[in-house]
């Protein structure tokens, strides 16, 4: 058993009239991302799964803490400086919800301590992959690796020492320090050093025979070079977590892109929310760190291991085949393997709508193939695309940037604050610009997060209309990782609501009217809660009834509370979230109708499904919304019609494989996640391995 949210308020008595209001009710946001990144961790303690890819998983669960330190801890402190009494939906104020969440990351990362010390690196030490001490190392390795230092790392570092004359210095976030005290053989007299460890360095030095020495141990061992004729007397590793969050998105501002980098550079100045240090510091250095980062003794994470376990990742990727699952080869639908050019290709969307599943289907071949095609094509005369994540190489905007060249009218609207990808969101949009594709940034109060693109072809019956609509990004190196869902398609009223978008977001508009599409913030939310209320009738009515979500987070109070009503009303409940979840499963006389379930493995389930049972005739619609209402009220949104019979059934079966998951597969009941930890099933991803191609 595994994940209580043991801190959150109690559960409530469900009694004959429930009070839809009571907090209770309502799990913590916070808390509940946090079960998903134990639900992570928990793949890397499962001896089911091979040994580099637990450490993968130990490396994920690392970084993912890193990402929740810096976004969610650095909001909850902001949260309740500016409202001390304040709470959120479940009832929990700023203040306890900090102070749980705090306790949860240490405890956690403690636990991912124990298990890289006493699981996992003994194991890779029994299959002569081995993480050493320099000192331990034999003369010619000790000299080889003296060489290296001297070479390729000493060049690069900067001590800085703390006295009258030099201020403390700057630590910037997610790097790794070393904090060094340093003695004057004669005087006596201490002073304290700053050194920055390189992050363009490998974390893991190759010593030669699957040995690797940690960059900071090799450093380390080398102080004599860095503070000559001085004694190091003390060393600890640091590493700060500062606030990712950037300020108001409505700034007002002239050009969005210089407010953006303006705003990406107090991120690099912003506060710090935790300090983690290897080993512990003495009271003298510790009150010094606190007093400059301006943190309390409770925002201190000691660890008796290495810091920044995200770095295992370049461990976890080494080439030993029969320690990591082999990558897999994503299938090419038939529908695209068959064509032949351009006509050929455009000729079978036209056809009939393609959906298509990844990474068990190539995004390559039909996605990026989709824009490579519209690009080269002669026929085609203008593309419009969102740009909400992309890869640094992304062939897609290069297609564009051909395109462009090609004299095709080309717009790309760019999400300059999809956070964490705002530089190379900016990057991309400068070469489009120079390339004279039109660029656009649309309201800086609604983030672009829908994945559509339109192609607009000149054929013999006239000017046509082509389109995807994914639930992911236009990225191709997370497309091979993450679960995700399009729909090709020619239809006359998907691909005029999408003009109809893509002029709301170039142009000056007031309400983003659509048809056959649902849109958000205006269509999306009241449509989905109206066919929620037609279930709930459909069911008092003793017609067919049930409602199937897949989403990322079901954080909306709103929708959890209607979910709630359905399942009162005797309507059928699946859920399929990944992470957040405020909606609490197999209560009596409120959500004994509700089943919750999140599959975490190889792959990292991003697809956003809703499905309704429609009194038999069962409706469908895949979107890059989730249940949050953010996406609901905030973002701008799409949710495509899946129409056809053959695309219906294939993600009525999708979703059944996920709900009967034995293997990855883990189950909400109240606020409980559990899985069984004894079946050596195949598991939903290489079940569908299995099966590719999906369409």
Request: aromatic residues 6%.
């Amino acid at each position: 058993m595994h994940g209580q949210l043991e801190d959150q308020a109690n559960t409530p008595t469900v009694a004959a009239e429930v009070d839809l209001n009571d907090p209770a009710l309502y799990l913590n946001r916070e808390l509940s991302w946090l079960e998903f990144n134990q639900r992570v961790l928990a793949e890397a303690h499962d001896p089911r799964n091979l040994l580099l890819d637990r450490l993968k998983f130990l490396a994920i669960t690392a970084s993912n803490l890193d990402e929740f330190h810096g976004k969610r801890v650095g909001w909850l402190r902001r949260s309740m400086r500016a409202d001390p009494r304040g709470t959120t939906v479940d009832g929990l104020t700023f203040a306890e919800q900090l102070d749980l969440v705090l306790r949860r990351c240490f405890a956690m990362a403690r636990e991912m301590d124990d298990c890289w010390r006493d699981e996992l690196q003994p194991r890779l030490a029994e299959r002569g992959i081995r993480v050493v001490a320099f000192a331990s190392l034999d003369q010619a390795a000790r000299e080889t690796l003296s060489a290296y230092f001297e070479r390729a790392i000493f060049p690069v570092l900067t001590p800085l020492v703390v006295d009258p004359a030099h201020p403390f210095p700057f630590i910037s976030g997610g790097s790794l320090s070393l904090a060094f005290t340093v003695r004057h053989p004669e005087s006596g007299q201490d002073r304290f050093a700053r050194l920055k460890v390189p992050q363009n360095r490998p974390r893991f030095v190759d010593a030669g025979e699957n040995r690797f020495v940690l960059l900071e141990d090799l450093i380390e061992a080398h102080a004599h070079m860095l503070f000559p004729g001085m004694e190091v007397t003390e060393r600890q590793c640091l590493r700060v977590i500062r606030s990712a969050e950037m300020g108001s998105p409505g700034e007002e501002a002239d050009d969005l892109l210089e407010l953006i980098e303006n705003q990406m550079r107090r991120r690099r100045l912003a506060e710090a929310v935790t300090l983690a240090v290897s080993p512990a510091l003495s009271p003298s250095r510790l009150e010094l760190l606190l007093e400059e980062l301006e943190l309390a003794e409770g925002d201190v994470y000691v660890s008796d291991g290495m810091l920044g376990l995200a770095d295992l990742m370049q461990l976890a990727t080494l080439p030993i085949p029969d320690l990591s699952v082999p990558a897999s080869v994503p299938a090419v639908p038939s529908v695209f393997a068959s064509t032949v050019d351009s006509a050929s290709f455009f000729a079978a969307i036209r056809d009939h709508e393609i959906l298509v599943h990844h990474p068990y289907e190539s995004f390559d071949k039909t996605v990026a193939a989709f824009i490579d095609e519209a690009a080269s094509d002669p026929a085609v005369l203008a593309i419009k695309q969102t740009m909400y994540r992309t890869s640094p190489d992304s062939p897609i905007l290069e297609s564009l940037i051909d395109a462009s060249g090609r004299g095709k009218q080309v717009a790309v609207l760019v999400e300059l604050t999809a956070r964490f990808d705002e530089a190379n969101n900016i990057e991309w949009a400068r070469k489009l610009e120079d390339a004279g594709v039109h660029v656009a940034y649309g309201n800086p109060d609604q983030k672009i997060h829908s994945k559509i693109c339109l192609v607009v072809r000149e054929e013999s019956a006239g000017v046509t209309l082509y389109a995807h609509v994914g639930t992911g990004n236009y990225n191709s190196r997370t497309a091979r990782l993450y679960t995700d869902l399009g729909l090709f398609t020619a239809d006359p009223g998907i691909c005029s609501d999408l003009l109809r978008v893509f002029n709301h977001l170039t142009g000056f508009s007031g309400r983003l009217e659509a048809h056959d599409l649902l849109v958000a913030p205006t269509t999306l939310r009241p449509r989905l809660e109206q066919l929620i209320r037609r279930e709930m009738a459909n069911a008092r009515a003793g017609r067919p009834a049930g409602i199937t979500f897949k989403v990322n987070a079901l954080e909306d109070r709103e929708f959890t509370r209607l979910l709630y009503e359905a399942s009162m009303a005797g309507v059928k409940v699946q859920l399929v979230v990944r992470g957040i979840c405020r909606l609490r499963p197999g209560l009596a006389g409120l959500s004994e109708n509700v089943r919750v379930v999140s599959v975490i493995g190889r792959f990292l389930e991003h697809s956003r499904i809703y499905c309704f049972a429609n009194g038999g005739d069962p409706e469908y619609y895949i979107s890059s919304a989730d249940i949050m209402k953010r996406n609901l009220d905030e973002r701008i949104e799409v949710a495509a019609p899946i129409r056809r019979p053959e695309h219906k059934a294939l993600l009525a079966d999708l979703l059944d494989v996920l709900m009967n998951d034995r293997r990855q597969g883990w189950e909400l009941v109240d606020s409980t996640w559990t899985r069984d930890e004894t079946d050596g099933g195949l598991g939903t991803h290489l079940t569908l391995l299995g099966r590719a191609p999906f369409s």
